[in-house]
C-alpha cells in the first residue's frame, strides 16, 4: 500500500465505487503453458545489417569476387552486380565455436550465450514492408505489434510502468508508430514511446506531471475525471476510444511516480555506465564521431524497465534506418562501434542480476543484405536481401552457443531449416508461454492472431 501510495488507493476506491474488480487491463494474466521466459528486450537494427558480415560468413565470397553464379542471380529491389567479399574479418570464438566479425568484438565474447539463426526470410526487399513484419506480422499496417500482443496476452509484472516500452534516439525509427500500435487491440496495450534525446527522466513522458497540485488534490481531481469518464461509458455504451483514454489515465496517474525512477540512469554506478559505455568515449577510427549516440543510454534503460517488471522493451537504432548500407559496406563499422559495447553489456548485466534466464534478448534487423554490389553505390555497398538473413537470441529459454540454419554458400538465401518471421513470432510467443495459435482476438467477423494462418514454432532451438 506504501509503495503504491495515493494512485493505489484511488484505483481501489473506484473500482468499488463501480463494483469493479480493482484489477486493471494490464494485470498479469496466466499464459498458455510454462514460460521459458518473463519478458523480452529486442534490439532492433533498423535498415537491414548485413548477415554475410555480421554473424553468417562466407568464404567463397572472396574467390568469386566481381562474378555473378546463377545462385546470386536473384532479383532484389534494385539491379546489382558481382560478387562483393565482406571487408571484415571472421574468427570462431567461445566453446561454441560461432563465427563473429570483427565488427561485433565485444558481443563475441557471449559466443556461448547466443542462439543464431542464420535462415531468417521474408516477403518484401523493402523497408516498410520488412520493418512491418518484423513488428506486426504483416506487410500492411493494418495488425497489432507483437508487443502488443505480449501486452494483451500477458499484462505486466508491474502495475505502475507500461506493458510495453519503445526506445529510440532523435527520433522515430521507420515505419513510426504503427510499429509498437495496438490497433484492433485495446488501446492500452499499444507500445509507449520514449525518445532519449536530450533526455530527463523527470520529463520522460509529456504533460504526465502536475505541477499545480499537490497529491491529494491530484487523487481527487483523477478520481472526479475518472468517474465524469466512466458514467457517460455506461451511458453512451461500448467506445473503444474513451475506454483507452479511461485506461491510459490511470496508467499515467500511477506512472508519475515510478517513471522518473525506473528511467534515471543516474541512480546507476559508475561502473555500470562504463561497463555499458556512457559518457565522454574516444572515437579513434570512427569517422566524424559517434552518430547514433543514444544506444548505449538505451540499454541501461531497458536493463532497468526489464528489471522492474516491463514486459517489452523494444530498443531501435535508430533515427530512422541507420544500417541501409548501399553506399559503402565500410559504413557498418561506426554502426557496430556505436552499439557493440552496449549489446554485450546488457547480456553481461542481465546474467549478473540473475535476469537472463528469464529475459529473451532478440537482436536482428528487418532483412539481410546482397553479396552482390549495388550498382548505384559510389563505393561497394550492398542492396537488400529478404531472401535469407541472420538474427540472433540469448537468454530466455533458448540454446545458447548454438547456430540453427543456413543460408547457400553465397549467403543469399536461406536453404537450411528456413525460419519465416513469423516462425520467429510463433518461438517467442512459446517461449513467453503462448500459444500463437490460442492467442486471439475477434475482429471484423474472424479471429485474429500474430501470426495470422502461419508460424511454427522453432522447437530445435529451444533448451
Not at 121 to 128: G, V
Request: hydrophobic share 35%.
Amino acid at each position: 500500500m506504501l509503495s503504491q501510495g495515493t494512485a493505489g488507493l484511488g484505483m481501489i476506491g473506484l473500482a468499488e465505487l463501480f463494483g469493479q474488480d480493482s484489477s486493471t487491463p494490464l494485470t498479469g494474466a496466466s499464459p498458455h503453458f510454462a514460460p521459458r521466459a518473463k519478458r523480452i528486450i529486442h534490439l532492433l537494427m533498423n535498415g537491414g545489417p548485413s548477415h554475410i558480415d555480421t554473424f553468417d560468413p562466407k568464404p567463397l565470397l572472396a574467390k568469386y569476387e566481381g562474378q555473378r553464379p546463377s545462385t546470386v542471380d536473384l532479383k532484389t529491389q534494385r539491379k546489382t552486380t558481382g560478387i562483393l567479399h565482406s571487408p571484415y574479418r571472421f574468427q570462431q570464438h567461445g566453446h561454441s565455436g560461432l563465427w563473429i566479425s570483427e565488427l561485433f568484438p565485444h558481443v563475441a565474447r557471449h559466443a556461448d550465450k547466443l542462439c543464431l539463426i542464420n535462415s531468417m526470410y521474408t516477403d518484401i526487399p523493402e523497408h516498410i514492408s520488412g520493418l512491418l513484419m518484423m513488428n506486426i506480422g504483416a506487410n500492411q499496417p493494418t495488425r497489432p505489434s507483437w508487443g502488443s500482443w505480449l501486452s494483451y496476452g500477458l499484462g505486466t509484472e508491474n502495475q505502475d510502468l507500461p506493458a510495453f516500452v519503445v526506445i529510440s534516439h532523435n527520433g522515430d525509427p521507420r515505419p513510426g508508430p504503427t510499429a509498437w500500435s495496438s490497433n484492433f487491440l485495446p488501446g492500452i496495450h499499444s507500445g509507449t514511446f520514449i525518445d532519449t534525446h536530450n533526455f530527463n527522466p523527470k520529463r520522460v513522458l509529456a504533460n504526465i506531471d502536475n505541477p499545480g497540485l499537490n497529491r491529494p488534490s491530484q487523487r481527487r481531481q483523477f478520481e472526479l475525471l475518472q468517474r465524469m469518464n466512466r458514467l457517460e461509458l455506461a451511458r453512451s455504451g461500448s467506445d473503444r476510444a474513451l475506454e483507452a483514454r479511461i485506461e491510459s489515465l490511470e496508467l499515467a496517474f500511477r506512472m508519475q511516480f515510478a517513471a522518473p525512477e525506473a528511467f534515471d540512469i543516474s541512480r546507476e554506478s559508475k561502473a555500470t555506465h562504463d561497463l555499458y559505455g556512457i559518457g565522454p568515449e574516444p572515437t579513434k577510427g570512427v569517422a566524424g564521431g559517434r552518430k547514433y549516440g543514444g544506444f548505449a543510454e538505451g540499454a541501461l534503460i531497458a536493463r532497468r524497465l526489464s528489471e522492474r517488471g516491463v514486459r517489452v522493451v523494444q530498443l531501435a537504432f535508430a533515427p530512422d534506418i541507420p544500417w541501409d548500407d548501399h553506399t559503402d559496406i565500410n559504413d557498418h563499422r561506426p554502426k557496430a562501434f556505436e552499439c557493440d559495447r552496449a549489446i554485450a553489456a546488457l547480456l553481461t548485466d542481465l546474467e549478473t542480476r540473475g535476469l537472463l534466464d528469464e529475459t529473451l534478448v532478440l537482436w536482428g534487423g528487418e532483412f539481410g543484405r546482397t553479396p552482390t554490389t549495388d550498382v548505384t553505390a559510389n563505393k561497394p555497398g550492398r542492396d537488400h536481401n529478404h531472401f535469407g538473413f541472420t538474427v540472433w537470441m540469448a537468454g530466455g529459454g533458448v540454446k545458447p552457443g548454438y547456430r540453427y540454419g543456413a543460408t547457400d554458400e553465397f549467403g543469399m538465401r536461406a536453404v537450411e531449416n528456413r525460419a519465416h518471421v513469423r516462425d520467429l513470432h510463433a518461438t517467442i510467443l512459446h517461449l513467453m508461454g503462448l500459444d500463437h495459435e490460442q492467442l486471439t482476438f475477434r475482429h471484423s467477423g474472424r479471429d485474429f492472431r500474430l501470426t495470422d494462418v502461419g508460424g511454427r514454432v522453432i522447437h530445435d532451438i529451444i533448451a
